[in-house]
């Protein structure tokens, strides 16, 4: 059994129980699955650095936006540019005003 599927077995078992038997539930369930734990946590560590160690090799993010100036005028223009986006509303609150497409 895996061990979402031992932590979901175990909720189950606790139901109903004291406070008491929870805590030593979990205390033996943490000393029999010390090293899956560990493990996967190792899995998440390593597939963590692998997605930030891409990251870095892609470079710097591109902060020039070339249709428009800023990030949301190119979403904006983005959105507004698909064949099946018929209308789009956005609603500027802080200058107070609005922008249908």
Same mark, same amino acid.
């Given at each position: 059994m895996e061990l979402k599927e031992q932590l979901?077995? =175990?909720?189950?078992? =606790?139901?109903?129980? +004291?406070? $008491? $038997?929870?805590?030593?539930?979990?205390?033996?369930? $943490?000393?029999?699955?010390?090293?899956?734990?560990?493990? #996967?946590?190792?899995?998440?560590?390593?597939? /963590? #650095? @692998?997605e930030i160690d891409a990251l870095k090799e892609s470079g710097q993010?591109? !902060? %020039?936006?070339?249709? /428009?100036? @800023?990030?949301?005028? !190119? =979403?904006?223009?983005?959105?507004?540019?698909?064949?099946?986006? +018929? %209308?789009?509303?956005?609603?500027?609150?802080?200058?107070?005003?609005?922008? %249908?497409?």
């Amino acid at each position: 059994m895996e061990l979402k599927e031992q932590l979901e077995a =175990l909720k189950t078992s =606790l139901e109903g129980k +004291t406070s $008491e $038997e929870i805590k030593t539930a979990i205390k033996g369930f $943490e000393t029999e699955f010390k090293t899956a734990v560990e493990d #996967q946590i190792g899995e998440v560590k390593t597939a /963590m #650095q @692998t997605e930030i160690d891409a990251l870095k090799e892609s470079g710097q993010i591109n !902060t %020039s936006y070339p249709i /428009m100036e @800023t990030p949301l005028k !190119t =979403l904006i223009k983005g959105i507004t540019s698909m064949d099946d986006v +018929t %209308s789009f509303h956005f609603i500027d609150r802080k200058n107070k005003r609005e922008i %249908s497409k």
